[in-house]
């Protein structure tokens, strides 16, 4: 890079700065970007501003003047060099590091984002998944990093991958969630035991199939992850499922956009009082979005939801429509990959995301898994480490 790649324009009040190519650089920054004097200074990332060993900051914004301007600034290279008023402060910004930041993308032509849109990390599937299923193998995700870190972005990817020929020995699902974090305990314990002793006698034990259902809606915050992990399953049938509830709620909005809205708008209620030392309740949307839209999570269970209370009267029909088609289209085989697991094979879901469920069962034969939660962020922690530290 040379110093003519970039330059910088004041405005008249020394409130913007605007970082654009010099004239002849070919590289691409998509456009002049803006930047005010109050942002940069903020985001200073000099030694007096952040510490250097850890990165945070040292400052308040009652540290900075309130009328703060900009008297010069200069591109030299990939450096900034900006020079702020009232208290005439010279600070260094990295290039590069602006460009990777900026915020002033509200550039004429850009489409607005529709409510419900995902980040670029993330791709929604439906059955088709089940041709090229997220799968790898335990000893291989253990013992080297890159196939760790693929198995990693598969997660956030599809908010589902599965691990093949692990151990087949009790609390083996506690190596999988230490490879990139920690158990979540809850009422249920460090892990919760999924068993049933296949009888055809016995109707209390035919292992009825569930309906796919993200878990433990009536916590807040939800369980973000689940690892599910098979030690026995020798019975016919059981297979798992899973479903994006991403893509099914994107096929909700495309079938009727009232819908998505009335399930994103509202809040449903959930609850759990199993027994007498418990009694767990949230209030939270079906569909959940952050302020600009994003899609942020799915909370869909039959079995937990409680009385809605929250939805106007003249609306709630309406919302039933709604609940019903997202349940169809979470029925909907189109939307569902389906697996069994081996024992030592286990999978991990996303649990804000992707719905799971049981098929029925029958016949001779056990089934035995072992379950347990944990938390989204540190996966991503670690994920985003690995790629920032290759
Ligand atoms: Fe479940």
């Known amino acids: 890079m040379t110093s003519t790649e970039y330059c910088a324009h004041i405005s008249d009040d020394g409130c913007i700065l605007t970082l654009q190519q010099a004239a002849g650089n070919t590289a691409t920054v998509g456009g002049p970007l803006r930047f005010h004097a109050i942002w940069l200074r903020?985001?200073?990332?000099?030694?007096?501003?952040r510490s250097p060993e850890n990165g945070q900051r040292l400052i308040t914004l009652k540290d900075l003047p309130k009328h703060l301007s900009i008297s010069q600034g200069q591109c030299h290279?990939?450096?900034?060099?900006?020079?702020?008023?009232?208290?005439?402060v010279h600070i260094d910004f990295d290039v590069p590091w602006l460009?990777?930041?900026?915020?002033?993308?509200?550039?004429?032509?850009?489409?607005?984002?529709?409510?419900g849109w995902t980040c670029d990390t993330c791709e929604t599937w439906d059955a088709g998944l089940g041709q090229q299923l997220p799968d790898n193998d335990f000893s291989a995700v253990m013992q080297c990093r890159s196939t760790r870190q693929d198995w990693l972005q598969q997660v956030q990817r599809y908010g589902f991958a599965r691990l093949s020929n692990g151990p087949v020995e009790e609390e083996a699902l506690f190596q999988v969630v230490a490879l990139f974090g920690f158990v979540r305990e809850t009422n249920y314990g460090r892990l919760f035991n999924v068993r049933t002793e296949v009888n055809p006698?016995?109707?209390?034990?035919?292992?009825?199939?569930?309906?796919?259902?993200?878990?433990?809606?009536?916590?807040?915050?939800?369980?973000?992850?689940?690892?599910?992990?098979?030690?026995?399953?020798s019975a016919t049938g059981g297979e798992n499922m899973v479903v994006d509830g991403f893509r099914a709620v994107e096929r909700l909005r495309a079938e009727n956009s009232r819908w998505f809205d009335v399930l994103s708008r509202y809040c449903a209620n959930f609850e759990y009082a199993g027994d007498p030392s418990v009694s767990l309740q949230s209030r939270c949307p079906m569909i959940e979005l952050s302020p600009d839209g994003e899609l942020r999570a799915v909370r869909f269970n039959n079995r937990s939801a409680a009385a809605i209370t929250d939805v106007p009267f003249d609306e709630m029909e309406f919302y039933y429509d709604?609940?019903?088609?997202?349940g169809e289209l979470v029925d909907d085989p189109a939307m569902q990959v389906t697996f069994k697991l081996s024992p030592g094979d286990c999978f991990i879901v996303d649990n804000t995301r992707v719905l799971h469920a049981r098929k029925g069962y029958s016949g001779q034969g056990s089934r035995w898994l072992q379950g347990c939660y944990a938390d989204k962020d540190g996966l991503y922690s670690t994920l985003r480490a690995m790629q920032q530290h290759p």
């Open 42 to 49: 903020d985001n200073a990332r000099d030694a007096s501003t």
């Open 77 to 88: 290279g990939e450096t900034l060099h900006v020079t702020f008023q009232p208290d005439n």
């Open 99 to 115: 460009l990777q930041h900026a915020y002033d993308t509200a550039i004429a032509g850009t489409p607005a984002r529709a409510r």
């Open 201 to 233: 006698t016995n109707l209390a034990f035919t292992g009825l199939g569930l309906q796919a259902h993200t878990d433990n809606p009536y916590r807040d915050p939800v369980p973000t992850l689940q690892v599910l992990y098979c030690l026995e399953n």
């Open 322 to 326: 709604a609940y019903r088609r997202l």
